[in-house]
């Protein structure tokens, strides 16, 4: 079959093209969000500010969303997010700069605007392509970003080992320029990649009681997964590893996501959305205890091997149990949820008590703290799904 279209072809978008954002893009990610704390602690800030500034971080992701996802309902995904990044990559060059704890604060602020829709846009973005090319799956696109963060990881981990940590800025900004290369445009495209997004009324929330708790539910374990996603690097710095390992525990975790983008949908189906997420709040419970009871490196890096089972098997229940809450036609807003309840309000409420928990009880004090925190929360929400049981799900 012989296509006639115009000489920018080149620039429509592929599989390999997809992938290759997703690569690069999570790269970019890694190389400073791995080693941010351990630059901050580095250069003499406080938990309390380091949670602070983590929890400003977070904050807006709720706001700045939604806002992104109706500019690129209106412009298309690439061209929104190829700008996005660029953006985010200029404010991220000039990161390691700024030493004076308020205008961090407001630099922070800034730089989010732009980084945040960063990954949703780009699932997004993968999501429309598959329903354009029905030979991928979003889960072996999306897969491409976890190799891309743990292959940034461990060569971090062993170059800002011999080189200031500080120069993960200027890195992490070329990864981003170059995944803005791969997300030209044709100025006559074919195909428009919109995300669909469809805000969700207020109303729709509050006279839906079940989806009103579901919400608890959701901001609680991105409360309790806080000193997880974020703290971890301190966590083993505490226990004396350098950078290296540093990278190396992020890399097994990335790792450990991968087959979940490729089984998790099968997993789902067997079992159900309620006992995938009962298990992985469960597995996140004792893994919080493990490291705060147990202080070997080697140990602790290879409970990195349940990220997959705490976060990504999580989510694929989370969104699944969402739909059956929510009107038909809403995955978009079931996926806007996650990220601002798990990745928003939960994250910046863990980040400013992990801080201040931090410089009291040492990051091993706060896994544990964290783990009767997550056991508690097994309870409740083993709780809700048995008094609240759902003919849809198992």
Not at 86 to 98: E, H
Not at 145 to 160: E, M, P, R, T, Y
Request: net charge positive.
């Amino acid at each position: 079959m012989h296509d006639n279209s115009g000489p920018h072809d080149h620039l429509e978008l592929t599989a390999n093209k997809v992938r290759t954002i997703y690569l690069l893009m999570y790269m970019g990610f890694s190389f400073w969000r791995v080693f941010y704390n351990v630059y901050l602690e580095d250069n003499g800030f406080s938990g309390a500010q380091i949670g602070a500034l983590n929890a400003f971080m977070q904050a807006i992701v709720i706001f700045v969303i939604p806002v992104w996802g109706i500019v690129a309902d209106k412009k298309g995904i690439r061209p929104t997010l190829k700008w996005l990044i660029l953006a985010a990559a200029s404010f991220i060059l000039f990161l390691g700069t700024i030493k004076i704890f308020w205008i961090l604060i407001l630099y922070i602020l800034i730089l989010m605007v732009f980084h945040h829709p960063l990954g949703p846009l780009a699932d997004g973005l993968a999501v429309q392509f598959t329903h354009k090319d029905s030979k991928h799956t979003y889960g072996g696109l999306r897969s491409w970003g976890s190799l891309g963060w743990a292959i940034a990881s461990i060569i971090g981990g062993i170059v800002f080992t011999l080189v200031d940590v500080k120069y993960v800025f200027p890195v992490s900004a070329v990864f981003f320029v170059a995944t803005a290369y791969f997300l030209r445009t044709p100025k006559k495209r074919k195909t428009i990649y919109r995300p669909d997004f469809k805000p969700i009324e207020a109303n729709m929330v509050f006279k839906n009681h079940l989806l009103l708790f579901f919400i608890v539910i959701l901001t609680l374990y991105g409360l309790a997964c806080s000193s997880v996603n974020t703290y971890l690097n301190l966590y083993f710095k505490e226990l004396g590893a350098k950078n290296n390992v540093i990278g190396l525990a992020y890399a097994i975790q990335a790792f450990s996501e991968v087959p979940f983008f490729f089984i998790g949908a099968k997993i789902l189906k067997r079992i159900g959305p309620r006992r995938v997420i009962l298990i992985s709040i469960a597995l996140m419970a004792i893994r919080l205890f493990l490291y705060g009871y147990i202080s070997n490196v080697t140990i602790a890096l290879l409970l990195g091997i349940l990220q997959g089972k705490t976060l990504s098997f999580f989510v694929v229940g989370a969104v699944e149990f969402m739909h059956l809450l929510l009107p038909k036609g809403r995955h978009a807003t079931a996926q806007t949820f996650i990220w601002g309840l798990y990745f928003g309000v939960g994250s910046t409420i863990g980040n400013l008590v992990i801080g201040f928990l931090k410089d009291l009880k040492g990051m091993m004090g706060v896994m544990t703290i964290f783990g009767y925190f997550a056991l508690g929360l097994f309870l409740i929400t083993f709780l809700y799904f048995y008094l609240n049981r759902f003919k849809k799900t198992r």
